[in-house]
């Protein structure tokens, strides 16, 4: 699924700042390139190119995703209606083809996301499950990310920031506890920094003229390793976008092409919000909540909420609740411009794995595993599960997960 990635970013609940965005301070060197005189004639001014982007109100399309990590592949196709003031949009699910050993998609065939201002909304058929979640409001002062890449790519001065969020999930961000406890989702641990933004002529999508534009990254500390945007000329809008990155020791290649588009169609406002007769009447509900600490989280929940002591240089990311299948809390915290972070679950259910290595936290025999880079410490304790993980020194995390046994 297409995720807005159109300059006017949504935070999500700081986790769940529902279905991304890790904004992480521009921090690498560049050089400084002159401008292409072609790209001086042919592409607008920036203040145009933002007057053309500013002309755009809605947009519908069928849009196709390409997603690769680490050599499997899942292909989604979905009815994409967008909504850019105030930001909305609902994508439903066409189909779905992937590969062995491919993720399984947060919304299967059928299923649909829908976003309006500050409600995600998300039912997967797959599970029955309906998922409602608040989310961050978008920053409208913020300025558009595909006009400055137009005046990058006219002057050659570089630009940080290249992308909103650097995979193209549906979602600002997905839910850290909406995989019970497990790693990975469709955001990802992604160092940014500053790109070169090269203009390469103009080329038709699916009928429609576009800018290709070319950007490269200035240090190769950075995530993104390449990445291609083709911005209709009309609106300065992508209907087309490939981009290649690692994360976590991953490798990640998405294309994502908008077909059969139509720009400032008139919206029905009832498509940006969830009918009864779209949900079966069975379907299990599941709602998020966010907290702006573990104490507020403690404070409102009957439930076990650890308060971990975390490296200073950590700050919390997300405190978040889930209700059910199973009930969780999750708390994440990251070191800002670093891919490090550690990420505390606690669920209702027991876990009986006993693979990883043994190891004792405080009076619990845990297990340790280590995948990808990730280290995982498990429990059990009074019938909860509680889990420490993270892209961090195994001292680290059994220091942290030690607190924890002792909070929780």
Aim: charge should be negative; charged fraction near 25%; hydrophobic fraction near 35%.
């Amino acid at each position: 699924m297409s995720g807005p990635d159109d300059g006017r970013p949504a935070n999500w609940l700081q986790l769940a700042r529902i279905l991304v965005v890790v904004a992480l301070i521009a921090v690498s060197g560049c050089n400084v390139y002159g401008g292409s005189p072609d790209a001086e004639s042919a592409l607008p001014s920036q203040q145009e190119a933002a007057d053309q982007f500013a002309s755009l109100e809605t947009l519908r399309a069928n849009v196709t995703t390409v997603q690769t990590r680490n050599n499997a592949t899942i292909t989604t196709v979905v009815q994409k209606y967008q909504r850019f003031d105030p930001w909305s949009y609902r994508d439903r699910v066409l189909s779905i083809n992937r590969t062995e050993g491919a993720r399984e998609p947060l919304v299967a065939e059928g299923g649909f996301v829908v976003v309006n201002e500050s409600t995600l909304v998300y039912y997967d058929p797959a599970s029955g499950r309906l998922t409602r979640a608040t989310i961050g409001g978008t920053d409208s002062s913020a300025e558009p990310l595909y006009p400055r890449l137009v005046g990058a790519a006219r002057s050659g001065q570089p630009i940080s920031r290249p992308t909103t969020t650097p995979g193209v999930s549906a979602l600002p961000r997905v839910p850290a506890g909406d995989r019970s406890g497990q790693e990975g989702n469709g955001s990802t641990t992604y160092r940014e920094g500053n790109v070169s933004v090269v203009y390469a002529g103009t080329e038709m999508i699916d009928g429609r003229e576009t800018y290709r534009m070319e950007l490269t990254p200035a240090s190769s500390e950075m995530s993104l390793k390449t990445q291609t945007l083709w911005l209709d000329t009309e609106y300065l809008y992508p209907v087309k976008r490939h981009t290649r990155f690692t994360a976590n020791g991953d490798e990640y290649e998405y294309t994502v092409t908008f077909r059969d588009v139509e720009f400032n169609p008139t919206l029905d406002p009832e498509i940006f919000r969830v009918e009864a007769d779209e949900v079966p009447a069975d379907a299990r509900q599941v709602r998020f909540d966010d907290y702006e600490s573990a104490a507020a989280m403690d404070d409102a929940l009957d439930f076990p909420v650890p308060e971990p002591t975390v490296p200073e240089e950590f700050s919390l990311d997300s405190a978040t609740h889930r209700t059910a299948n199973p009930e969780l809390v999750s708390l994440r915290y990251e070191q800002p411009n670093s891919d490090a972070q550690i990420t505390v679950f606690v669920s209702e259910t027991v876990a009986n794995d006993t693979s990883g290595t043994p190891i004792q936290i405080g009076q619990y025999e845990a297990r340790r595993m280590q995948m990808n880079g990730t280290t995982a410490i498990t429990w059990v304790a009074d019938g909860y599960t509680f889990r420490v993980s993270g892209q961090v020194e195994t001292d680290t995390l059994l220091r942290v997960a030690r607190s924890v046994a002792e909070t929780a």
